[in-house]
């Protein structure tokens, strides 16, 4: 297929005639959105990257032909319309990069609200699952009340949403009190309002429950039924060192001590490190499976993968800390697969080889 030039039509082409005024309409649409301020700040504020304006050019000259199509003629085929977002993506892409101010009247954005959420519990050190709940209840709270911001309501609005998850939802105490502290975050830290009302939100009462406890021949018949060796030696080391499901998974080589027969949990709920006892019946298990995680540890090194992710930006401090044996996780995951972690880098998700999830 012979690839149109921008402007016209080519008879033996795929666009129809006509084309090239459907296109002078759509790149002057971009344009007019472009220096209102609705397009986003990478085409301005960063450098360059072309395969990221690519993507928005063609985002948005689809959603321009989209909102556009009473100027299309009938007669135009669906490949006809899809070429025609190519023509015109690529008229806006050599625009931008082939000029070193292209939107010169385009404001800064300021960030959005979950952003300045997230930017304000990772300033105050909040765990990544204090993030998420945060910023999900935040965003609950604003769409129960027809996406209104949060600055213009109050005490009612809070109340209101609160009742609703009791009644409604039927959620329980603990959860109604998660979604009143993320709202009463949102308030103070984020946009800092301090009102005398914060304080007086009719927080919900906590029963108290009697845990159930499994007895010796129950958990022997759970544990039998486990046919996985690796998932067997998991679950019988969280059974005896009392370790939480993620603080065992993220267990370092560094943090067992064969010696003294000790684990050392770091990080744990709340962020607090503690020292727990590693029982003598799985010391040689997980020897073995050292041994196994050390060969494939030095077989990723030699291929020059194998780095794991280091808290605190250690990492910077020290560059080859990711390399090394003592930091490596115990239980990883096998050979070096992509893994997604959660993050973005100019509006992509970015995507690492690491060995372990944060």
């Known amino acids: 297929m012979k690839k149109a030039s921008c402007f016209g039509s080519l008879r033996g082409g795929v666009l129809p005639p006509g084309g090239g005024l459907v296109q002078l309409l759509l790149i002057g649409q971009m344009s ?12 301005s504020s960063k450098p360059r990257n072309p395969r990221l304006i690519g993507h928005l050019s063609r985002k948005l000259a689809s959603g321009l032909l989209r909102r556009h199509l009473s100027v299309i003629p009938a007669y135009w085929t669906p490949i006809s319309r899809v070429l025609l977002v190519h023509c015109v993506s690529s008229v806006w892409h050599l625009l931008i990069m082939s000029s070193d101010n ?11 609200l979950f952003d300045q959420i997230r930017d304000r519990l990772r300033l105050k050190h909040y765990s990544l699952r204090t993030e998420q709940a945060y910023v999900q209840w935040s965003k609950r709270y604003i769409f129960f009340h027809g996406k209104r911001h949060p600055a213009e309501m109050g005490k009612p609005e809070i109340e209101a949403f609160l009742t609703s998850l009791a009644v409604d939802r039927q959620v329980s105490a603990s959860t109604q009190t998660q979604a009143l502290s993320a709202l009463l975050f949102l308030y103070k830290e984020v946009l800092g309002i301090e009102f005398p009302w914060l304080t007086e939100v009719t927080r919900a009462k906590r029963t108290a429950r009697l845990p159930t406890v499994l007895n010796q021949e129950e958990v022997r018949a759970l544990m039998a039924r486990v046919d996985d060796p690796l998932m067997d030696l998991i679950v019988r080391l969280l ?4 370790m939480r499901l993620l603080e065992g998974l993220r267990l370092r080589v560094k943090d067992v001590d064969f010696s003294r027969n000790e684990i050392v949990v770091r990080e744990g709920k709340g962020s607090k490190d503690r020292v727990t006892m590693l029982p003598g019946s799985l010391s ?12 494939q540890h030095d077989a990723d090194l030699a291929l020059g993968k ?3 992710w280091l808290p605190d930006a ?17 239980f990883r995951l096998p050979a070096f697969p992509w893994t997604r972690v959660q993050g973005w880098c100019g509006g992509i998700m970015w995507m690492t080889n690491g060995c372990s999830a944060r």
């Not at 007019?32 to 085409?43: C, E, F, V």
């Not at 040689?284 to 060969?295: E, I, S």
């Open 32 to 43: 007019s959105i472009a220096r209102q301020g609705k397009l986003t700040g990478h085409l």
């Open 102 to 112: 292209p939107l010169p009247d385009s404001p800064t954005r300021s960030p959005k």
């Open 239 to 242: 059974y005896g060192t009392g």
């Open 284 to 295: 040689d298990r997980l020897r073995a499976h050292l041994a196994v995680v050390k060969a």
């Open 306 to 308: 194998g780095e794991v």
């Open 314 to 330: 250690l990492a910077l401090k020290y560059p080859n800390a990711p390399k090394e044996w003592l930091g490596s996780m115990c």
